[in-house]
């Protein structure tokens, strides 16, 4: 997927321990609809997008003060492990795993599973 030049290189990541609330103004700051959340050494954990927000209600608001992970389980959001590829797979793999998981876009890691870029549909179409 990395040789056809579908894969964006700029990548938007948030530490898991961050606040939903200031990860979200994170991605209205940058227009983004989506984040990548990483473990205490920058390793994609986790994602976090509008989508993420579904569901949210008057009696679970202040749930977007939790640290993102936290806010993601309270949200109950499906654990986005399967979320990532690396830069060699290819278009086909990328499309599978799109459709087998209902996404948008995976997060392309490196062998050590550090982000590096981000393949969406709208990339691919």
Request: include cysteine; hydrophobic fraction near 45%; aromatic fraction near 6%.
């Amino acid at each position: 997927i990395k040789e056809l030049g579908m894969v964006q290189s700029w990548v938007l990541s948030v530490r898991k321990t961050e606040r939903a609330v200031a990860c979200f103004k994170k991605m209205v700051e940058n227009k983004v609809n989506a984040v990548c959340v990483v473990d205490v050494v920058g390793k994609f954990d986790a994602q976090l997008s509008s989508s993420s927000l579904r569901g949210l209600t008057a009696d679970t608001f202040q749930t977007l003060r939790l640290p993102v992970e936290d806010f993601l389980k309270a949200q109950k959001v499906p654990p986005s492990n399967d979320l990532s590829c690396t830069g060699q797979v290819t278009l086909r793999e990328v499309l599978q795993l799109l459709i087998d998981h209902s996404t948008h876009r995976l997060w392309v890691v490196d062998a050590a599973g550090f982000p590096v870029g981000i393949v969406s549909i709208t990339d691919i179409c």
